[in-house]
Nanobody
């Protein structure tokens, strides 16, 4: 089994910063693309950012220039540095990873989600 565990969410004022982390653990042979998605109340889940194993990032239009995704392959961990936060960034943020398990099985896994609230 492969698990993703997120941390780093919380309450922050507009203009503030937060850093999310997501660590993959379990029966992992290799972790490919990792990413972050978010879902606000009453809205569909949307892409925030993804990063390939080689470190190539992609970003959703609403976060370009404010958020930075990075990863540590040695720790199977992905990070999301969020700066200049806006109230509209309020959502549950979910980690996602494309993983090859030690059972030679390709799996796509989601974390349990972490709440980010931007409010004064």
């Amino acid at each position: 089994q492969v698990q993703l565990v997120e941390s780093g969410g919380g309450l922050v004022q507009p203009g503030g910063s937060l850093r999310l982390s997501c660590a993959a653990s379990g029966s992992i042979f290799s972790v490919y693309t990792m990413g972050w998605y978010r879902q606000a109340p009453g809205k569909q889940r949307e892409l925030v950012a993804t990063i390939s194993r080689g470190g190539i990032p992609t970003y959703g239009d609403s976060v370009k220039g404010r958020f930075t995704i990075s990863r540590d392959n040695g720790k199977n961990t992905v990070y999301l540095q969020m700066n200049s936060l806006k109230p509209e960034d309020t959502a549950v943020y979910y980690c996602n990873a494309d993983v090859m398990s030690t059972f030679n099985r390709r799996e796509n896994r989601w974390g349990q989600g972490t709440q980010v609230t931007v409010s004064s």
